[in-house]
């Protein structure tokens, strides 16, 4: 797929001389759920303000639709819907006029029909009078995304978006995310909820200390995933590993009171009824079995904690 955003090798240093992003590269494809993960302070946000415009590189480039977010500023951030981490919106204002003047203000003629059907699908609809100060913390995040909608952007950038959102929620915002990649838009998200990256993104992308540790499609990123672990407690310690059980892949651990064996959930070769079989034959009392599969969570601990070794 051809990407829609380039970014090129970009360094940002705030005025401390704070490095916040060095030489980071990353390409977003057309059509594409991303999600980007990192601790906080990661850079997750400068890089998000630097693609669209509101913070200024240090070095590098970055290309929206073929396009120098610095030299064609205003064409290509028409391209972009930037839904920001803080809950910035003007409280005397209504959720109608706020959608619409957003509108207004990227130059689109007005369609009250277009900015009805946003305010329905986020369930704002009946919300539409009141002024923002009365709406609740989710409600406004809501209007934030209608806001960041009402001028129709190829690209949605969310920051994120479930921060302090209840399940339900959650829940419709993930169906909303998912309508707007059937209807062709490029969604950009930082999370820090992994089960979100899990459950939306086509790529995810882990950032720590402004850099990438990784891009990767999920469906690559589930494959590690899919690592198990079965681990047998037996009755009485074995000296060492019996030859009915040498050639299987297992260890044994626990001066000699558990063994352990690594398997792939996707592959049904797994040896696990040999190895209950072979235990039987060398007549060893079984305590207790029981398995773990690591997830998207531990990889991620795992990345951003081997870069801070
Ligand atoms: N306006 C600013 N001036 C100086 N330093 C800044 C500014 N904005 C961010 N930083 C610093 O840049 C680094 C990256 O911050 P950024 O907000 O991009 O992180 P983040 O990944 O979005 O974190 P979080 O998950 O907490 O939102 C941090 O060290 C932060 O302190
Ligand atoms: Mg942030």
């Given at each position: 797929m051809s990407s829609i955003i380039e970014v090129r090798n970009i360094t940002k240093k705030y005025a401390d001389e704070k490095v916040a992003l060095a030489d980071l590269?990353?390409?977003?494809?057309?059509?594409?759920?991303?999600?980007l993960l990192g601790p906080n302070g990661a850079g997750k946000t400068t890089l998000i303000s630097i693609i669209c415009g509101l913070t200024t590189l240090t070095a590098g480039n970055v290309f929206v639709d073929g396009l120098d977010i610095e030299a064609d500023y205003r064409e290509a951030r028409s391209l972009i819907g930037l839904v920001p981490q803080e809950l910035v919106l003007?409280?005397?204002?209504?959720?109608?006029?706020?959608?619409?003047?957003?509108?207004?203000?990227?130059?689109?003629?007005?369609?009250?029909?277009?900015?009805?059907?946003?305010l329905e699908n986020l369930s704002l609809w009946d919300k539409r009078a009141s002024p923002i100060r009365e709406l609740s913390g989710g409600m406004k995040r809501r209007v934030l995304i209608a806001k960041a909608l009402s001028h129709e952007p190829k690209i949605l950038f969310l920051d994120e978006p479930t921060a302090g959102v209840d399940v339900d929620l959650r829940r419709d915002m993930w169906r909303l995310i998912k309508n707007l990649k059937a209807s062709g838009?490029?969604?950009?998200?930082t999370t820090h909820y992994i089960e979100e990256a899990e459950e939306i993104a086509d790529r995810i992308a882990v950032i720590d200390k402004g850099r990438i540790l990784l891009v990767e499609d999920k469906s690559v990123l589930m494959e590690r995933l899919g690592k198990k672990?079965?681990?047998?407690?037996?009755?009485?310690p074995l000296s060492g590993l019996p030859t009915t059980l040498m050639d299987l892949g297992i260890t044994l651990e626990n001066d000699g009171k558990k063994l352990i064996y690594n398997y792939n959930v996707d592959l049904s070769d797994s040896k696990i009824s040999e190895i209950l079989l072979a235990i039987r034959s060398e007549q060893v009392q079984i305590n207790d079995v029981h398995t773990e599969q690591s997830s998207l969570e531990d990889i991620f601990i795992e990345l951003v904690t081997e870069g801070q070794a």
């Open positions: 590269s990353v390409d977003i494809s057309s059509g594409e759920i991303i999600a003007e409280p005397f204002e209504t959720v109608m006029g706020t959608v619409t003047l957003s509108r207004g203000l990227f130059g689109r003629s007005p369609n009250p029909e277009l900015i009805k059907s946003i838009v490029t969604v950009v998200l672990q079965l681990s047998i407690d037996l009755d009485k």
